[in-house]
């Protein structure tokens, strides 16, 4: 089959510079084109430079329709308005489209998910890595297993003071992940702000904590707290690297696939 062409997007940004990196060093990998917004600084220098693996010839790109031509797909840590624009692309060419942008609204999922049932193979979660989507599970499992009554479930996340988005995406996917146990919907069980006189917790609800600051990479636990015991299902990433793999992993998964709209637990077979 050859090596998979990829293209980066935000590859002058932390995470764009790291996957560039990855793709450079993977044999079954190639770096297809370097994509970046309009007017950033970053236009015309090499990616391979500012990812710090020396010059590969590719220069840093805002023309979408030369970087997807000849491309097989795309890896996708934007932002919610770019990542809907670029689903309707990929739909387009039946690209896989790898999609580690948080902060979806509803309507964005919608939208990414007719990309799936248009032509695209596209790879969606709020985090990539293979430890978080394995807690995922663990904590669906918990939740089912202890039920609504005799547990209360709060998520606690830090990121790093750069940080747009709260709850991270990877507090939602948890916090879906304990709403499925369940049995319920999370945007009806989500309590993401208390503040002043609230009164008593409500029964059944999974709550939200967020904090930020410093380089934090990403901090997650999951309180499952009953009377007299308490049980913490935690993960700390510490090297921002592995969402860029788990993102490549997708990438090369997805190839293979029909079109459609999966999940890293599909690619993990969790």
Known sequence: MGAMRLVILGAAGRMGRTLVRLVHEAPDLELAAALERPGSSALGSDAGSLAGVGELGVPVTDDIDAALSGAHGVIDFTAPAASVGLSRETARRGLVHVIGTTGCSADDDEAIARGGADGARIVKSGNMSLGVNLLAVLVEQAARALGPDAFDIEVLEMHHRHKVDAPSGTALLLGQAAAAGRGVGLAEASVRVRDGHTGPRSAGTIGFATLRGGSVVGDH??????????????????????????????ALWA????PGLYSMRDVLGL
């Not at 636990?221 to 997708?250: M, N, P, W």
């Not at 190839?255 to 029909?258: G, H, I, T």
């Open 221 to 250: 636990e999951v309180i499952l707290a009953g009377e007299g015991e308490r049980i913490t299902l935690s993960h700390h990433a510490e090297d921002r690297a592995i969402f860029a793999r788990g993102a490549l992993r997708a």
């Open 255 to 258: 190839r293979s696939r029909p």
